[in-house]
Nanobody, 117 residues
Framework: QVQLVESGGGLVQPGGSLRLSCAASVSTFEIDAMGWYRQAPGNQRELVARITSGGSIMYAGSVKGRFTVSRGNAKNTVYLQMDSLKPEDTAVYYC???????????WGQGTQVTVSS
């Protein structure tokens, strides 16, 4: 069973920074892409950032220039560096792994990010 373990959420003041980490329990060869999504209360889950095994990156427009997604040296770990955080970034952040075989998609358990003074 594929597992994703997330860490790094918390409470931060506006303008502050946080770094999220997500480690997959499968080898890098089984991963097509990894990404971060978020869901605020009353809202749908939305893409924040995604990085493929080939290094292609995409960001949501609302975080471009403030967030940076990257992969660890082992390539089965993904990070999300979040700078210049705003109250509207408050949400539960989920890691997603897109796999080359079943179950094809695996979600992390989610980590709460709260931006508030």
């Amino acid at each position: 069973q594929v597992q994703l373990v997330e860490s790094g959420g918390g409470l931060v003041q506006p303008g502050g920074s946080l770094r999220l980490s997500c480690a997959a329990s499968v080898s890098t060869f089984e991963i097509d892409a990894m990404g971060w999504y978020r869901q605020a209360p009353g809202n749908q889950r939305e893409l924040v950032a995604r990085i493929t095994s080939g290094g292609s990156i995409m960001y949501a427009g609302s975080v471009k220039g403030r967030f940076t997604v990257s992969r660890g040296n082992a390539k089965n770990t993904v990070y999300l560096q979040m700078d210049s955080l705003k109250p509207e970034d408050t949400a539960v952040y989920y890691c997603l792994a897109e796999l080359r075989g079943p179950p094809y998609l695996t979600w992390g358990q989610g980590t709460q990010v709260t931006v508030s003074s």
